[in-house]
C-alpha cells in the first residue's frame, strides 16, 4: 500500500501562506488522482482539493477557491498544496490522500474512491 507523508504545516497569521506538501512512497502514485482534506475541531474531515493524475484538471472546495492551489510532480512523487490569504477558518489538520481513480473529482472521507492517506499535519491561522 502507498504511503503517504504530510509536512509543511505550522502557525501562521491571518492573510499569511503556507505551503503544504505530501510525499507518497512509491510510484504508483502517479497514476491516480491525489486529494487534501482537512478537519477542524468538532468537524467532519472535508474535502479541500483534488488533482487529476495528470496535473492539467484540479478541483477545489468552494471555501478555499481562489485562495489555494493544488499542484504535483510525478517525478518526485509528491503533491502540494500552496495555501494563500489564510483565514482563520483554515484552521485544522490537513490531510493528503490517494484516489482509486485518475480523475480529479470531489468526494466526501470514507468514500472507498479513496485508497490511502497520510497522518496529517496541522494548520493553525491566529487572527
Known amino acids: 500500500q502507498v504511503q503517504l507523508v504530510e509536512s509543511g504545516g505550522g502557525l501562521v497569521q491571518a492573510g499569511g501562506s503556507l505551503r503544504l506538501s505530501c510525499a507518497a512512497s512509491?510510484?504508483?502514485?502517479?497514476?491516480?488522482?491525489m486529494g487534501w482534506f482537512r478537519q477542524a475541531p468538532g468537524k467532519e474531515r472535508e474535502f479541500v482539493a483534488s488533482?487529476?493524475?495528470?496535473?492539467?484538471?484540479?478541483i477545489y472546495a468552494d471555501s478555499v477557491k481562489g485562495r489555494f492551489t493544488i499542484s504535483r510532480d510525478n517525478a518526485k512523487n509528491t503533491v502540494c498544496l500552496q495555501m494563500n490569504s489564510l483565514k482563520s477558518e483554515d484552521t485544522a489538520a490537513y490531510y493528503c490522500?490517494?484516489?482509486?481513480?485518475?480523475?480529479?473529482?470531489?468526494?466526501?472521507?470514507?468514500?472507498?474512491?479513496?485508497?490511502?492517506w497520510g497522518q496529517g499535519t496541522q494548520v493553525t491561522v491566529s487572527s
Open positions: 488533482i487529476s493524475w495528470s496535473g492539467d484538471t484540479t
Open positions: 490522500a490517494l484516489y482509486t481513480t485518475p480523475r480529479a473529482i470531489i468526494i466526501g472521507w470514507g468514500d472507498p474512491r479513496l485508497r490511502s
Open positions: 512509491d510510484r504508483t502514485f502517479s497514476s491516480y488522482a
